[in-house]
């Protein structure tokens, strides 16, 4: 007697199981938004390797007749723009470092200090990225011009017009963005491992340098990653606290290029494209710790 036969359970259309339509709606969403995202640059990378003459003859969306890399040289060199790039290293990366050290160092306090003020300080620091910047520029403008400076922090002996005041500003209204991502991340952190580290007899500063700041590392560099890109890309500030041209950064050498009847559109897209290497390139170094600061808490409850 033969034994019945089992209706067989594979998948039938040459062994593959057709994606689900949810699955194939967000890729192709994805794909649009990268394209549409992408659109821009290529297009400001096509503007910049053509001539003046050629745009102003047949226009901006034309066929090319001629290709030329002399618009980057050109825009470098007019520009002056190695010294803006020095301002903007000056700036940016001593507002990254206080930024993050302040930030971490005020996250620890909020999770694993029990005081009472613990959730009043962080509805403080999370309230200070609401505030619109364009609202205090004028006291600020006018603190600015009262709070003095020694020489070594700045020439002229004020807050206003030094690369210091820069730091500052920034500094100040990246905070509090910094303490809200590290005090979510820090609460993510097992209670068992400071519990332990105290029953081994680590005081507050090794739970903090040597525990917390290890376990943070992927937030630390995502955040750095991001602020990299503000305070790097900061226009408003430059132009509104500063009022020497050779003192403010990159963002400001664009401004040379233009001028005062004709603007030359393709020397402004080879310089933007020359500017914002530097973003690029932290990016890249810092690719996978930003990738998984970003992912971090996806899996959990």
């Known amino acids: 007697m033969s034994s019945p036969t089992l209706p067989s359970t ?19 969403f994805l794909i649009a ?39 980057f040289t050109d825009a470098w060199s007019q520009s002056n723009m190695g010294g803006f790039f020095w301002n903007s290293i000056l700036i940016t990366v001593p507002a990254v470092v206080i930024a993050l050290a302040l930030a971490s160092g005020a996250a620890f306090v909020l999770t694993r200090v029990n005081i009472k003020v613990n959730v009043a300080l962080l509805i403080l620091f999370t309230a200070g990225n609401l505030l619109p910047q364009q609202v205090i520029i004028t006291p600020l403008f006018r603190m600015y011009l009262k709070i003095p400076l020694p020489s070594f922090l700045a020439d002229s002996g004020l807050m206003y017009n030094s690369l210091f005041g820069l730091v500052v500003i920034n500094v100040a209204f990246q905070l509090g963005f910094c303490v809200f991502v590290l005090s979510n991340y820090m609460k993510s952190i097992p209670a068992e491992m400071y519990e332990a580290a105290l029953v081994d007899g680590a005081g507050m500063w090794t739970r903090f340098w040597s525990l917390t700041v290890p376990l943070c590392r992927p937030a630390l560099a995502a955040l750095a990653t991001l602020l990299t890109t503000w305070i790097y890309n900061d226009f408003f500030w430059a132009i509104t606290l500063m009022s020497s041209g050779d003192k403010r950064p990159v963002t400001s050498a664009l401004a040379n290029l233009q001028g005062q009847f004709v603007t030359n559109q393709n020397l402004i897209a080879a310089g933007a494209l020359i500017a914002a290497i530097p973003t690029l390139v932290v990016y890249l170094l810092l690719q996978k710790q930003f990738i998984a600061g970003l992912s971090l808490g996806s899996s959990k409850g």
């Open 33 to 71: 938004a990268s394209v549409l995202w992408l659109l821009p640059l290529l297009f400001a990378l096509y503007v910049a390797v053509r001539p003046y003459s050629d745009t102003r003859k047949y226009g901006y969306v034309s066929l090319p007749h001629e290709l030329t890399l002399s618009n």
């Open 10 to 28: 594979a998948p039938t259309g040459g062994g593959r199981r057709p994606r689900p339509r949810g699955q194939v709606l967000s890729q192709v």
